[in-house]
């Protein structure tokens, strides 16, 4: 009888012991889910930016509706940092060691990413397209990070070869912001032109706290540009518009695709922005690809009713893609390593984004983690319908 | 109130045993902090923990400028900018060890500090607030055009070494950021008790009688500011090893509004002000984007958020909540923490009778 009692706690107990253990040994990954964390913006001066998080949960929600990836549903932690790294990395160290955390994606500003990237780094754990276009990812790349945002080097890059090979524009200038934004394309400007024996009529730099743009558009207009290349936020492109056309100044406008949310520049400028080129790393909100229909179904199903519906969303959809497709390669067996060499396989990878390729990690080079090389260039026409000019073009 | 004897019994920094023993109670409390979140809590509570001793550092300086000398500053964030950029030039760029660095970028800090309070004997009240506001904003703007600087690609921080220790993680740089602070809440003490501190007092009450009673306004006020800077700039020093990475918009002009308001809602004019207030609004600011997740409380709010408001807005309402808990605690006690904790003590002082 003793015997018999004592078999019964010894059963008990272990089956109380092994349900606590899971089943995987990953971190973030159990047999019915895995975790994925992203911070955004939801307070502060980069507020409009939040919707990149909330784009990625509606896209989870989409496919843990189909059923999740090999049984597995995501869970999605997102929390607000206001874009004050201190607090991106506070949440970022709760969330990894409350929750374990199995993979990061998105995650908007390269100075909350920058507080974080050691960090998350030094424990091996994947990151998945930054939500800024930065050197600072790939320069060192790292293993576990992978960046899926195009260099603002290569927008500047495709942008000057169409200027000046299929519109014969000879001379171009270009405004730029001051930090590593608007240098970042100044320098892919010059190297371009410079192929074809051209550089830049004028290079005029902006602040970010400028308000007043006269004296720079009086630069403009005496170095007589037929083309100008605006490397500034979307607020200073429209006040240079508008300056621009009270002083009778009225070269090519091009932009970055960090503007090229048509309709909403269009309705803030009350038409300026009509005819205005730029580039753009993903496939419009109101394309008509299968995959970004999907995707507006998702949106109309499960985002709050108030949601906007543009770039910056869909943008939170197309930086998990590559994420979402090497989850799906890794099938059951998922452990962050594996993640990463399926992520490396990636190969001309579309979702609704450039193509992406990632390489097998190399110290000595920094492309091997830079997956997205391809922009597209597109004009905008009345009522900010975008009218695509090319195809994808890959520029390197 | 407590009697005094004699001069030194008023300047001892420690009043009774009971508070000596309270400190070495503190002080132990402190040291087994790191193990105690180790083992029971998260290693995330000692990060929060590296921010408040780094937040508490700068509230002492601003305290001794505002709160004792009564002078105002919104440019703390300039001097904080100061201290980080200068520690990392210093480290990377010279190759000076850390503990020279930091020394030295503090002290240039209090430079700026010393030039900044020369315009400030002409200066009272909105006027200075303003001025110390622009040099806040031109420190980050001036830091940001430098190449020399990392513009605003800003600047990685080098690895934090002393002699042979390698403070690589949270909790090895907690003991160094917590004896930092613990040294800067005792010189500060000090400092207030003794010549210094009353001619600030002085200054603060009524700046003309100070000045007939044979205090030198220019050596004082300019020396507030210089402390206070210094004080500044050592925070910023060992905040760029908490970010690893620093850039100008980091320093904005919300961050010299909040040491402002540490010091406000802590208490102007008493030490323990200084601490209550950076440990409170630094736990807030870190804690209160977790609001929706609150139960019961975060449900709700998201249900009147979609209600009533939008719900993509819903996060704004940590701030609702951040400026709620400022306004009542001024209204309610305009000594603000330390106040609060005055009543406390007056309320217990005839228990158990």
Request: hydrophobic share 50%; with cysteine; net charge neutral.
């Amino acid at each position: 009888m003793k015997k018999r009692i004592i078999w019964a706690v010894a059963t008990l107990l272990s089956l109380v012991l092994f349900a606590g253990l899971p089943a995987w040994a990953e971190e973030g990954v159990t047999d019915t889910e895995i975790h994925i964390g992203q911070w955004g913006p939801q307070t502060g001066p980069a507020a409009a930016w939040g919707s990149v998080a909330r784009g990625t949960g509606v896209l989870f929600d989409m496919i843990n509706e189909k059923g999740g990836i090999h049984g597995r549903k995501i869970v999605y932690h997102t929390f607000d940092d206001g874009y004050n790294p201190a607090r991106t990395l506070a949440g970022v160290k709760q969330l990894q060691e409350d929750v374990g955390v199995f993979a990061w994606v998105g995650g908007v500003g390269t100075a909350p990413g920058m507080a974080v990237k050691d960090y998350l780094m030094e424990r091996k754990v994947p990151w998945i397209s930054p939500s800024s276009g930065s050197l600072h990812w790939i320069t060192p790349p790292n293993k576990y990070l992978f960046a899926s945002y195009p260099l603002y080097k290569m927008e500047a890059k495709a942008l000057c070869r169409y200027a000046v090979e299929i519109m014969g524009k000879k001379s171009v200038a270009m405004v730029y912001q001051n930090d590593e934004y608007g240098k970042n394309g100044l320098m892919g400007a010059k190297e371009e032109l410079a192929k074809h024996g051209l550089s830049l009529v004028a290079e005029i730099p902006v602040e970010k706290s400028d308000t007043d743009l006269k004296p720079h558009v009086m630069n403009l207009k005496k170095s007589g540009a037929d083309t100008v290349l605006l490397w500034v936020s979307p607020k200073h492109a429209l006040i240079t518009l508008g300056t621009a056309k009270a002083m009778k100044f009225e070269p090519q406008w091009m932009s970055t695709s960090t503007c090229s949310d048509y309709p909403y520049m269009n309705e803030i400028s009350q038409g300026l922005w009509v005819g205005v080129i730029t580039t753009a790393f993903g496939d419009g909100p109101d394309s008509f690809g299968p995959l970004m229909r999907e995707y507006k179904a998702a949106f109309d199903k499960f985002a709050a009713p108030d949601e906007r519906w543009g770039t910056f969303f869909t943008a939170g959809f197309g930086f998990a893609e590559p994420l979402v497709e090497a989850l799906h390669r890794c099938g059951r067996d998922l452990t962050r390593e594996r993640l990463v060499s399926e992520l490396e396989q990636l190969q001309y990878f579309r979702g609704i984004m450039g193509r992406i390729s990632f390489a097998p990690f190399d110290v000595n080079s920094p492309m091997c983690r830079q997956g997205q090389t391809e922009v597209f260039i597109a004009k905008c026409a009345e009522g900010g319908d975008m009218i695509q000019l090319t195809d994808w073009l890959k520029i390197d | 109130m407590d009697m005094k004897r004699d001069y030194y019994e008023d300047v001892a920094i420690f009043t009774s045993r009971w508070i000596i023993f309270w400190f070495c109670a503190l002080i132990l409390g402190l040291a087994l902090f790191p193990f105690i979140a180790d083992k029971f809590l998260k290693t995330y509570y000692v990060y929060v923990a590296n921010c408040i001793a780094v937040n508490i550092i700068v509230a002492m300086g601003l305290n001794l400028l505002v709160g004792y000398t009564g002078q105002i500053s919104l440019g703390h964030a300039g001097f904080f900018a100061i201290g980080a950029y200068a520690t990392i030039v210093f480290m990377a760029k010279l190759g000076l060890p850390f503990v020279v660095s930091l020394f030295l970028a503090a002290s240039l800090s209090a430079l700026f500090g010393f030039l900044l309070g020369l315009p400030a004997l002409r200066l009272e009240g909105p006027y200075l607030s303003i001025a110390t506001l622009g040099f806040g904003l031109t420190v980050t703007q001036i830091i940001g055009r430098v190449e020399y600087f990392g513009g605003r690609q800003g600047l990685h921080a080098p690895e934090l070494v002393i002699g042979p220790l390698h403070l690589d993680s949270d909790i090895s740089r907690y003991y160094l950021f917590v004896l930092i602070a613990v040294l800067v809440c005792l010189f500060a003490r000090n400092l207030v008790k003794t010549k210094v501190g009353r001619a600030f007092i002085a200054i603060r009450d009524a700046d003309i009688a100070a000045e007939t009673m044979g205090v030198n306004l220019t050596l004082y006020k300019t020396l507030a500011f210089a402390v206070s800077a210094f004080l500044a700039g050592l925070a910023g020093g060992l905040y760029a090893f908490i970010l690893g990475y620093i850039e100008p918009e980091i320093f904005n002009m919300l961050m010299s509004i909040m040491f402002l308001a540490m010091v406000v809602v802590g208490g102007l004019g008493s030490i323990f002000g200084a601490i209550a207030g950076a440990v409170l609004l630094t736990w807030l600011d870190l804690t209160l984007r977790n609001i929706l997740e609150v139960p019961f409380l975060g449900e709700w709010l998201k249900v009147m958020s979609r209600s009533w408001f939008s719900i993509t807005g819903v996060s704004n309402i940590q701030y609702i909540v951040f400026g709620s808990i400022m306004v009542l605690i001024m209204m309610f006690e305009p000594l603000g923490i330390y106040g609060l904790w005055l009543r406390m003590k007056k309320y217990w002082k005839t228990w158990p009778f």
